[in-house]
C-alpha cells in the first residue's frame, strides 16, 4: 500500500521532477570546453553551465566535483552497523562494501561520539566541507542513529553538508525525513535493474519483518531503489549512483543500469571496480570472480560517459573516513584522541580559509586555459594517460617514494582530462627503496606513458624508464594540468619530427588490497 501512494505521490508532481531533470540534462558536464560528452563532473572552477543552485550544492562537494576533491575533503562518522540486504561482495566483519573497500574495520560511534568528532575534525581540517554517513552498515537499517547524527550536527555544525550512503531497500520510507534534515547529497548503489541478474548479486533481503531470496529478492530491491531514486529527485535532492562492476555478471548490463538511473534524474554515476581478494572471505573472493583491470573500467565509464556525469575520483572510502578523498587521516581522530581534543569550531576562520582555497582554484584553471589556447590549432589522433603523484591543491607535490596512489589523467589535443587513480604500495620504506613495491607500481601504471612526481631517486628513474613509463620531475610544485598539456605539446612535436615514436601502452592493474590509515 505504501509503495503504491508513494508512486501516486511520484506522478503526482510530475512537472516537477521533469524540471530537475531538464536542468541536470541540459548541463553538459560541469567541465567540458566545447568536448564531446559529459567529463567527469565539476571539472573546471566556474559554475560553467551548471544552474546555480545546483552549483552551490556540488562546488566544495569533494564526490559530486572532481575539481573539488583536490581541494575539498569529506569525513564518515560510522553510527550504522547493521544491514538489511546480504552482498556477495561483502563479508559483515568489514565495512559496506558498497562506499567501502572490502577488508576495512571502522571504530563504531555513538551518535554523540559522532557530534564531537565532527566538531573535531572542523576546527583542524578547515576545508572539510561535509559529513557523510556511509556504513559500516547501511545507514537507513540504522535509521535512528544516523538521523539523531544529523540532528545533533546541523545544530552544532549548520555549515557542514550532510551526505548519504544507502543500499535503497528502507530508502522511501525516509525519503521526507532525509528532505526535512536538508541532506542534499544522497548516494544509492545500484547494481541492476534486471532481478535475474541481481540474483546473482544479492542472496537475500530483509524487508518488513521478512527475509526474501533469490529473483524475489532482488526484484523488491530494484523496486525499491529506483521509486527511492525518483523520490529523491522530485525534491531536488542530488543523487549519485553507485554501481560495483562485477565482470561476467553485470558488466554490460550497467549500460542499462546508466540509462535507468538517468531517466529518474539522478545526477552522478560512479561505476566501481568489484574488490574480491579470497582473503577478504566475500563469496565473490571465495568463488574466484575477478574484478575489472584498469582499461575495462575505463571502457565502460567512457561508454557510459555520452549519457550523463560519470564520476571516475571515487576511492572506496572507509565509514571512517577523514581527509581528502586520496587521503586518509582517520588514525589521527580515534575515539581516545577526540575525546582529549580542545575543540575549537571558529566558523569565521573555516570561510576564510575556504576563500582562499577558492583563489587557488581560479588561478588554477586560468593558467590551464591559458596553456589549452596555446595548443589551439594542434591536430593529432593521439590519446595518451599520465599518472601524476599529488597531496592535493591540483599540484605535482608528492614525492615518488611516498605516493599511496597516482591520479591518472588522459592528454589530448582537447586538454587534459581526470580519468582515473591507481592505488599502490609505497615505494619508499623507511628511507629505502623497496624493490617489490616498485613492481606493483609499475603494473598499476602500465598503461601511462609519463608519471609526474615532486622528485625522483635514481634507481627508480631507471627501472621506470626500462618499463616504458617516462618519469617526469621537471615541473615539480606546478599545476597539474598545465603541466601535463605543456608536456603533451612537447611530446606531439617530438613525435612529428620522428624523434620519439607513439606506441601504444598496455594495460594495468587495479589493487585487490584494502587501504588502511598506515598504507
Ligand atoms: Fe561520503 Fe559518499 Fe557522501 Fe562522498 S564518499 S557518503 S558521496 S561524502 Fe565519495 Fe568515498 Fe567514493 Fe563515496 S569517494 S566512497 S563516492
Ligand atoms: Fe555489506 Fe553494504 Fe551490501 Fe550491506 S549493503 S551487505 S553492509 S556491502
Known sequence: MQDVSAHQEASGSEAKLEAVMQQIADHKGCGTHGGSGKASCGSQAGQ???????WEKVKNHPCYSEEAHHHYARMHVAVAPACNIQCNYCNRKYDCANESRPGVVSEKLTPEQAAKKVLAVASTIPQMTVLGIAG???????????????????????????????????????????????????????????PEIGAKIYPWVFWKHKRYTGVEAAKLLTDRQLQG???????????????????????????????????????????????????????FGLTGQRGPTAQELKALQDSCEGEMNMMRHCRQCRADAVGLLGEDRSAEFTTDKIMEMEVDYDLDSRKAYQAKVEEERVAKVAAKQEELASMAGEVSDIKLLVAVATKGSGLINE?????????????????????????????????????????????????????????????????????????????????????????????????????????????????????????
Open 48 to 54: 560553467g553551465d551548471l544552474p546555480t543552485e545546483i
Open 136 to 194: 559500516p552498515g547501511d545507514p537507513l537499517a540504522n535509521p535512528e542513529k544516523t538521523f539523531k547524527t544529523f540532528e545533533l550536527i546541523s545544530k552544532t555544525a549548520p555549515d557542514i553538508k550532510l551526505c548519504l550512503s544507502t543500499n535503497g531497500l528502507a530508502l522511501p520510507d525516509h525519503v521526507d525525513t532525509i528532505a526535512g534534515f536538508n541532506v542534499d547529497h544522497v548516494t544509492i548503489t545500484i547494481n541492476m535493474v534486471d
Open 229 to 283: 531514486l525518483e523520490m529523491l529527485t522530485e525534491r531536488g535532492i542530488l543523487c549519485k549512483v553507485n554501481s560495483v562492476m562485477i565482470p561476467g555478471i553485470n558488466d554490460q548490463h550497467l549500460v542499462d543500469v546508466n540509462k535507468a538511473v538517468k531517466s529518474r534524474g539522478a545526477f552522478l554515476h560512479n561505476i566501481m571496480p568489484l574488490i574480491s581478494s579470497p582473503e577478504h572471505g566475500t563469496v
Open 399 to 519: 614525492h615518488f617514494g611516498h605516493a599511496k596512489e597516482f591520479q591518472v589523467y588522459e592528454l589530448s589535443t582537447s586538454g587534459a582530462k581526470f580519468v582515473g587513480h591507481r592505488r599502490v604500495d609505497l615505494y619508499c620504506q623507511g628511507g629505502y627503496g623497496e624493490e617489490d613495491s616498485l613492481e606493483t607500481i609499475i603494473r598499476a601504471i602500465n598503461d601511462c606513458h609519463a608519471v609526474f612526481v615532486a622528485k625522483i631517486g635514481g634507481c627508480p628513474k631507471s627501472d621506470l624508464q626500462k618499463a616504458g613509463i617516462d618519469p617526469v620531475d621537471q615541473y615539480a610544485h606546478e599545476f597539474i594540468e598545465k603541466s601535463a598539456i605543456t608536456w603533451f605539446k612537447d611530446y606531439l612535436s617530438k613525435v612529428k619530427s620522428g624523434e620519439t615514436e607513439h606506441v601504444q601502452r598496455g594495460d594495468a592493474e587495479i589493487r585487490q588490497g584494502a587501504l588502511t590509515a598506515a598504507a
